[in-house]
DNA sequence: CCTATTTTTTGAATCGATCCAAGTCATCCG
DNA sequence: CGGATGACTTGGATCGATTCAAAAAATAGG
């Protein structure tokens, strides 16, 4: 019956070396995985053996059962995978990452979990010791599914409130009151905030309604910073127009339009991301309005294209390698603990920030 | 004895949960994977005591043996993992890939082989499909090892000559006569060129037995292409001094460096990388030459980058993200034929040449 | 040459699932 | 009521390795 099948280049597995060599299986997984115990003379001879019947080695599949390891760490997002290679926050993040395998000689496994369904076929059949997780959009969800996996997991950019699971963040509040109050120390008071989602598939102004339900705490706090701030400055900030877009180009353009076609234009504009105060930069050039000689713009991440673009722009500089860093050694030192981590961000001052216009 | 190690919190099996529930493993394992033929009545109470014993689901690693496919392709270097979300070539050449990988829901690991050891271990025990090989540099070596694995594979970027492999690559003659020509017919008639390597490990003015040794074809078509294309002008090939890089900035600027000391210093510079173009526009600009006034300059890959710089850069545009594509579809609709594409490539004038100044 | 050690080798057990041929059981039909 | 049909279930085989206690072989010591 086998005999039918023969040319058909089942490939070899480590028990035909074995039966072909004359020795037991267990004596010929030793050749492979801990040479030094075996009598140089079998050695050479089940290796001869291997190298003429065209062995592979020994197949990862088998052995990765048994050894339980798989010494890779997923990277999961709901955005397609061209993410990781795209977008400059996401390649910092993954600069970072990257750093902390390639010390200890870890994969990365990235994972995408574009579409609903496959996101979760995608997440439940990842061959990962661990996920690191980019929380940016439909983060909860994405929670959701890898707590189901039982595997240690970090949230980055976490959006909202879970003391349950392991993350990474940044002082957003913090953050927030720096970008603010340099705004205000310029002597600006006609503000305008351009902000990313309070919760999912919304975008437009922002009523106080829908700052009180909010389901990403992160948006809040970041809008709390701001307000808390410029309030000490003696600003109204009730009357600050507050638009949600996707962080995108096409919601982000929406809102400038829309804030700019209001009464008492801005003079000044905070950006809850970097990608949102460029795609502004870019809008007020194009309109013919002068950064930052008509409006001031701060930015909120710190990505690297921040520095390229004319002007290069202020903005609140998120430590991003060192997060990607320590996200990735929270999953490969993992211990059990849920671990919730902090960290600083830098106000960085380029040209997108200058004196309010005289009035 | 177990009793001893309870707490220990082995992870459940489904064989833990088929006994819990009075069922065969085998029902237990349609209940997650055929749930449809089995009674809604027993699927429930399974699924039921799945839920309440925590059961994570069946575990990939488990099922990774029996079906065999990992549904995921490895993307190879021997640069340090980084490389992928940091070099502008790669970034291009991933979102191809990751384009074909997200319409089939395949998975991405990124496997580095940064240094010897590590690197043969890392490609030995990738659990992937097959592989996708950056052979930017010690690509033989790459193509060796993965060899061993007796997997798909595709190499990219192959600098050299090996039939046996299966790879895409571009028409490297036709490009760099592109380039060349463009020069030429813009009246300019001392050139220099800065080179990828001829063989690993080597920098400086390359001879013609240098070339004639060539271990990587790649570079040594590029050159013929080059001087094809300038005897047809009537230009003397051999005193066209040629500089070989590691692609770098610091051997690319000692390579500048030698050249403009050189008497007769060039008008027109042929670089084989955008790499070294835009170290080269830096580098002369720095040094007080104009381009394109005093120095028009030609790369060749069509990064993004090159429209960015100033002035934006002329170049050989390859067809990365159709590379990518293609590389990725070769892994996942493997049918074990050796393939071996040759792309075109695309010339793109920008602002980096211009006619040859007035003697 | 025999016993005590040490070095190698063996082969069963395990890792965690899926697959499938064979078996069970209830239902339907003549 | 016997047999055919259809709908589930069962449990052994398999995927490809590693591990480890026990057996066997080699070596040392007396």
Chains 1, 2 share one sequence.
């Not at 076929?121 to 690191?132: E, P, R």
């Not at 709390?224 to 962080?247: H, R």
Request: include cysteine; charged fraction near 25%; proline fraction near 5%.
């Amino acid at each position: 019956m086998a005999s039918l099948l023969e040319g058909q280049a089942r490939p070899i597995r480590l028990a035909d070396i074995a039966k072909a060599a004359g020795v037991s299986h267990g004596t010929a997984s030793n050749v492979f995985s801990r040479p030094e115990i075996v009598r140089a003379e079998v050695r050479e001879r089940v290796k001869a053996v291997a190298e003429q019947m065209g062995y592979a080695g020994p197949d990862p599949k088998g052995r990765l059962l048994r050894a339980g390891k798989v010494n890779a760490i997923g990277v999961a997002t709901t955005e397609p995978l061209s993410y990781f290679f795209d977008d400059p926050f996401a390649r910092v993040m993954m600069a970072g990452i990257s750093e902390a395998c390639d010390a200890t000689g870890a994969g990365i496994a990235l994972v995408s979990a574009a579409n609903q369904e496959k996101l979760a076929w995608n997440i439940q059949s990842a061959l990962v010791d661990g996920f690191i997780l980019f929380c940016i959009e439909g983060g909860s969800r994405l929670v959701d599914l890898t707590r189901e996996r039982r595997l240690p997991f970090v949230a980055l950019e976490l959006g909202f409130q879970d003391e349950t699971v392991s993350a990474i963040g940044v002082d957003n509040v913090a953050g927030a009151r720096l970008a603010a109050r340099h705004l205000a120390e310029l002597g600006h008071r006609r503000f305008a905030v351009l902000s990313l989602g309070f919760a999912d598939n919304r975008t437009g102004f922002v009523t106080p309604e829908v700052v009180r339900s909010a389901v990403y705490t992160g948006t809040r706090d970041r809008l709390a910073g701001y307000f808390e701030e410029l309030s000490g400055f003696g600003i109204d900030t009730a009357k600050i127009p507050v638009y949600e877009t996707e962080n995108e180009e096409k919601s982000t353009r929406a809102g400038l339009e829309a804030i700019f076609a209001r009464a008492d234009p801005p003079t000044a504009i905070l950006a809850m991301s970097d990608r949102m105060a460029l795609i502004a930069i870019d809008w007020l050039r194009a309109r013919g309005l002068a950064v930052p000689g008509d409006v001031s713009i701060v930015g909120f991440d710190g990505v690297p294209d921040g520095a390229l673009s004319t002007p290069p722009l202020t903005t609140i500089a998120q430590p991003i390698t060192e997060i990607g860093r320590r996200a990735a050694r929270m999953i490969l030192d993992h211990d059990g603990a849920v671990r919730r981590e902090t960290m600083g961000v830098e106000f960085v001052v380029r040209g997108s920030t200058g004196p309010a216009p005289k009035a």
